[in-house]
């Protein structure tokens, strides 16, 4: 008999949000019974208490009738079980000619950093809905961050999955219309992502980027910001150019006290939307002063030419630190400093030292007035 990995409790709440109906009486002998929605004389009992030894035959034979009942595996079913108090929110990269079975680990580093700067701009957008936050940490984003479970991928496409746990902050309270329950502030961000993802998507689709920038600095609670799309932006696999989609699965057990959401369960972004995204954020991007100053960067690239004199001179890009932020300049340089450029280049994890005039602008970002240029440490 193979050990039953999911708790007596999400068991019982699973069963409750598929309609069995819990036999109240067999409690107090330390059982939980649950009769079938189909009053078909069909139960589920397994004891209430996981340490006792019958506790994984008796929940595995109620795990296989639940399997039976709605046809479905058991591992798809104990998932389910397991997420029955949970607002899950899922990335999944795939491919209409192939099996996508796995990503670059460094893609999925990124695409991890980038869903949870989806979830903490949604919690920033509860918070204080504006269309940029300059800081994302507020402590509610924090606590959603923390409260947030990493789980199990899934087969056929490459599926990261965050499930958050349905917590009411308050007691439900008595009204003349029945009891009044307060959204969690975890489904408040959720919701938000899925609105926000399917407006973009429709504004893309239908043309209308400028009309959606309009409105929604014109409305009082903006739900898309500059970090939204930025982190939508930043979920395309550019490796294999693969689309994505955004999944989300609403706690089963939630819907005893409210409503589920009547929002999309499931938005695709096809890779050709990426730079139209990209477009969508730097309408919102806000004003950015020119600065002068010391900076360190990294050469990204190198388009330069070689010139009458034999010497390759002309536009690089630099990736630049600059307050916990990276920013992407280009720089049109002489010959010796192209030379310094190429020798970054080719010594990985070299840095630069640069002291100019950062342009700062929507599309792009370049740097002139360069009165020093040269390898860090030189």
Known sequence: MENIDVKALEIRDYAISQGWILVKEALKDGLFVLNSPNNDYSQLVFPKDESIKEFHEMAYVSLKRLTD??????????????????????????????????????EALDSIDATKQLLMSAASTIVNPVTFHPKLNRTEAQDLIKKARFRHTEEGSFILKISIPFELSRPPTPTLFGENIEKPFSRQAIEIISQSSALLKESIESDSIGELYQLQTESERPIISYNFCDAISKLFDEERELPFQLLFNWSKASSLKMPIP?????????????????????????????????FIATVETLDGSIGEDGKRSGPIVLSILYENEIIKARVNLSSDFYSTAVDAHKKAGSYIEIHGLLKRNKRSNTIEEISTFKLRGN
């Open 69 to 106: 009942f709605y046809k479905i595996q058991l591992n798809k079913l104990t998932e389910d079980i397991r997420e029955v108090n949970d607002d899950v929110i899922a990335l999944r990269y795939f491919s209409d000619s192939k099996t996508v079975n796995s990503i670059s680990f460094q």
């Open 262 to 294: 009547t929002l999309p369960n499931r938005i695709t972004f096809p890779f050709s939307h990426k730079s139209k995204i990209e477009e969508v954020r730097e309408y919102f991007a806000p004003k950015r002063n020119d600065l002068k100053d010391d």
